[in-house]
């Protein structure tokens, strides 16, 4: 079945700490993949999403992910965290012929300032 | 840019009665999506419309079910409510069927007793 795992629950960082969220998605044929913020309180934001082409992708708020095809990864990244980061964070896999999202269980990020 | 507006965004309910939740899909946007976010857990497929039309369906049970209207404003009925029904709802919507990134609703709360 698809599926999406995002391997980390709870993340807590000092601000300007560098930042990696794992996802790793199944296989399924061709995939687009999108990583969603939700701030306390919010409805979940795009944060970035890719199809094709660069495999590095470059986001709102200087967030960036990485799509590595032969580790079926797409690991969200900032090199530099601010407290307004703290959110929940989502990874999730639209696959070809189908239109649902399938999501991760997300990650809780923590900043401190 | 309206976004996606849901009503209400609370509600309580006894199990084994029916609720029905709307959605206001995006200005210029025709397919409407409904997710189901359990606590602690990442958004689950229920079904997308698209031009008043179901054009795909998740894992859930026939009580679920939905409605687009012509203004691309949606629907999403649960009928014989139980107590695992008590999540979030989300209503998502975008132009393009999905694949290029919805945006999400801030959802219903749904709290069955």
């Known amino acids: 079945a698809q599926s999406v795992s995002q391997h980390n629950h709870h993340v807590i960082l000092s601000e300007a700490a560098s930042l990696e969220l794992g996802c790793n998605y199944s296989?399924?044929?061709?995939?687009?993949l999108f990583w969603y913020v939700q701030y306390p309180g919010q409805h979940l934001q795009l944060l970035l999403k890719?199809?094709?082409?660069?495999?590095l992708v470059k986001g709102i708020k200087g967030f960036e992910a990485e799509f590595i095809k032969s580790k079926f990864s797409f690991n969200l990244r900032k090199p530099s965290v601010q407290w307004s980061d703290t959110a929940e964070y989502f990874c999730?896999?639209?696959?070809?012929?189908?239109?649902?999202?399938?999501f991760g269980t997300g990650t809780r990020l923590k900043v401190l300032a | 840019e309206t976004g996606v507006t849901q009503s209400p965004t609370h509600l309580i309910k006894t199990r084994g009665q029916q609720v029905t939740l709307r959605c206001s899909s995006q200005?210029?946007?025709?397919?409407v999506s409904w997710y189901q976010q359990a606590l602690g857990q990442g958004p689950q497929f229920i079904f997308q419309?698209?031009?008043?039309?179901?054009?795909g369906r998740g894992n859930f049970p026939p009580r679920f079910s939905g409605l687009q209207f012509p203004n691309y404003s949606s629907e999403l009925n649960v009928n014989a409510l139980e107590l695992d029904d008590s999540a979030l709802y989300l209503c998502?919507?975008?132009?393009?069927?999905?694949?290029?990134?919805?945006?999400f609703g801030s959802g219903t709360r749904l709290t069955v007793v």
């Open positions: 998502a919507s975008s132009l393009t069927g999905g694949n290029y990134g919805y945006t």
């Open positions: 296989y399924g044929g061709t995939v687009n």
């Open positions: 890719y199809f094709s082409g660069d495999p």
């Open positions: 999730a896999a639209s696959y070809s012929g189908t239109y649902k999202y399938i």
């Open positions: 200005s210029g946007h025709n397919t």
């Open positions: 419309y698209y031009r008043e039309e179901e054009n």
